[in-house]
T-cell receptor
Framework: IVMTQTPVSSLVTLGQPASISCRSS???????????LSWLQQRPGQPPRLLIY???YRFSGVPDRFSGSGAGTNFTLKISRVEAEDVGVYYC????????FGQGTRLEIK | EAQVVASGGGLVQPGGSLRLSCATS????????MHWVRQTPEKGLVWVAR????????SYEESVKGRFTISRDNAKSTLYLEMNSLRAEDTAVYYC?????????GGQGTVVTVSS
């Protein structure tokens, strides 16, 4: 399964919303009824960390300004109000059939 | 808090070998499938290998099949990656993780550089 993210980079003003899209080449609906799409954040110089799993479940400790949505082959990560600490690269990851990652979206502050 | 920390990377010549280790804590290691993922600027994040709970079933990304071997020691809560016949294109930061949902990520990776 190929994962394609848009945009490649995003320049956002502090306090403004941001949105990242992820499209999969095949449906991510698993036969068990779950959709195994996750979002990861990688801050500069840091390893990736989990933000969102199963499309819309926020991982423990993740601020509620982060939200995930979508179904089938189209998914979105939204940040309601961007903060300085949100700078980094965001990846979508599917684990429905083996494991593949999007190419990443770089978020920068204006 | 679940933690995974990879180690064992370094500089190795083409054709050489390395053994990576991953120390884990904060979760019941023996209940999780475990994975290795690598990252390069060119290809981004790429899944490399996975192993089931008992260590009896493994799976590999096509380019490393026959060269890499994933294994685990549940008594020591440790994951391993034996890498043989290394190539320049294996140069990457290697992370261990559990990609079962929700994923266990966030540990420091280990840098592998294959160069003469």
């Amino acid at each position: 399964i190929v994962m394609t993210q848009t945009p490649v980079s995003s320049l956002v003003t502090l306090g403004q919303p941001a949105s990242i899209s992820c499209r999969s080449s095949h449906s991510l609906l698993h036969r068990d009824g779950n959709t195994y799409l996750s979002w990861l954040q990688q801050r500069p110089g840091q390893p990736p960390r989990l933000l969102i799993y199963k499309t819309s479940y926020r991982f423990s400790g993740v601020p509620d300004r982060f939200s995930g949505s979508g179904a089938g082959t189209n998914f979105t990560l939204k940040i309601s109000r961007v903060e300085a600490e949100d700078v980094g690269v965001y990846y979508c990851m599917q684990t429905t059939r083996l494991y593949t990652f999007g190419q990443g979206t770089r978020l920068e502050i204006k | 808090e679940a933690q995974v920390v990879a180690s064992g990377g370094g500089l190795v010549q083409p054709g050489g070998s390395l053994r990576l280790s991953c120390a884990t804590s904060g979760f019941t290691f023996s209940r999780y499938w475990m994975h290795w993922v690598r990252q390069t600027p060119e290809k981004g994040l790429v899944w490399v290998a996975r192993i089931n709970i008992e260590g009896s079933d493994t799976s590999y990304e096509e380019s490393v099949k026959g060269r890499f071997t994933i294994s685990r020691d549940n008594a020591k809560s440790t994951l391993y990656l034996e890498m043989n016949s290394l190539r320049a294109e294996d140069t990457a930061v290697y992370y261990c993780a559990s990609l079962t949902t929700p994923a266990i990520l966030g540990g420091q990776g280990t840098v592998v550089t294959v160069s003469s």
